[in-house]
């Protein structure tokens, strides 16, 4: 007897924590996704945790109420019935308010089916609660959701997220995030010429002059390049500067939009011939 429950009781928990484990890995996936704070799957990881113990709690009081043996035994045991853990018993008949084992008898039903008898115990109360908290449940959901319309429907709660990775994505085009050297391409619009070249005379004139004709940095308007001409070395050089040679980087002060309107403006003034340029440094650059 104490080998069968031993084994059923591992079997069951086994089984429940193999038919609930998919839950769970979803629901825990669910919340790593969230990006900070208390996400939904947090939620809906505590609803599991509480139905995994409501399952545990009916699976305890079943196997421990579980008896196996023919009438005359039952009857004699009924008699003379011991209470085997008190604690438990105490448990049992606060969850359940079952009759006491002793008073069994009293309760036994007339009727006998090859050797079964039934027992008229009174519907445990927890069940009761469970069964009225789905009532109570079911008229706040149907109130907040179909009478006042208070929470969003599965299809609103779409379009909230969609709209709000929408402005995220807007947010992420204005700084340029998506921009690096290899995919940076020049602008040649007015408006983000005249925003490279606000960036520049803020930045730049310093050492390359307002014409970029050059003084402590190069000539940025000839054919000649130190570390490559085209918008993607530019990109790169003004990204992460030459720190040695004097030119910091510039990707903590610049976002990588303002480096390609800053990048594209240099690009902009090719073959301006300024004054007085600073003679040709680097190599001839004969890419785009
Ligand atoms: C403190 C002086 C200084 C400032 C300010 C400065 N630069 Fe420079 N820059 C340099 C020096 C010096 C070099 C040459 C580096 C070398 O010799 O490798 C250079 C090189 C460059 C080059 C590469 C030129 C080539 O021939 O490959 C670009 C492009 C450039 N700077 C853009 C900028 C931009 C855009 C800004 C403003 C956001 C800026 N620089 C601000 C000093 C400066």
């Not at 084992?101 to 006998?112: A, P, Q, S, V």
């Not at 149907?142 to 379009?159: A, T």
């Not at 995220?168 to 040649?188: C, H, I, P, R």
Request: hydrophobic share 40%.
């Amino acid at each position: 007897m104490k080998l069968i429950k031993y084994f059923s009781t591992k079997l069951l928990f086994s089984l429940i924590f193999f038919l609930l484990s998919p839950m769970f890995i979803s629901v825990l996936a669910q919340g790593e996704t969230e990006s900070g704070g208390i996400g939904e799957g947090y939620y809906n990881f505590i609803i599991l945790l509480f139905v995994l113990l409501i399952v545990v709690i009916f699976a305890f009081l079943f196997l421990f109420g579980m008896k196996e043996v023919s009438v005359e035994e039952e009857e004699l045991q009924l008699k003379t019935a011991k209470v085997p853990n008190k604690h438990l018993q105490k448990i049992r008949q606060f969850l359940t308010r079952s009759t006491p084992i002793e008073k069994e008898t009293d309760i036994l039903l007339e009727h006998e089916y090859d050797g079964i008898r039934e027992l008229n115990n009174r519907i445990p109360p927890w069940f009761n609660y469970l069964f009225i908290a789905t009532i109570i449940f079911a008229v706040i959901y149907f109130f907040d959701y179909e009478i006042f319309k208070s929470s969003p429907s599965q299809i609103q709660e779409y379009n909230m997220e969609i709209q709000a990775a929408s402005l995220q994505k807007e947010e992420l085009m204005k700084t340029g995030s998506f921009l690096d050297e290899n995919s940076v391409t020049v602008l040649d619009d007015i408006a983000s010429l005249n925003k490279g070249k606000e960036i520049f005379t803020t930045n730049c004139v310093a050492c390359h002059r307002p014409d970029a004709g050059g003084l402590v940095g190069p000539n940025l308007t000839d054919d000649y390049w130190i570390h490559g001409g085209g918008i993607k070395n530019i990109f790169k050089t003004i990204t992460n500067g030459v720190p040695e040679k004097g030119m910091i980087s510039w990707k903590s002060q610049l976002n990588p939009k303002q480096i390609q309107e800053v990048g594209s403006y240099i690009i902009s003034l090719y073959g301006t011939n300024p004054v007085n340029p600073k003679p040709p440094e680097g190599e001839k650059y004969k890419g785009e």
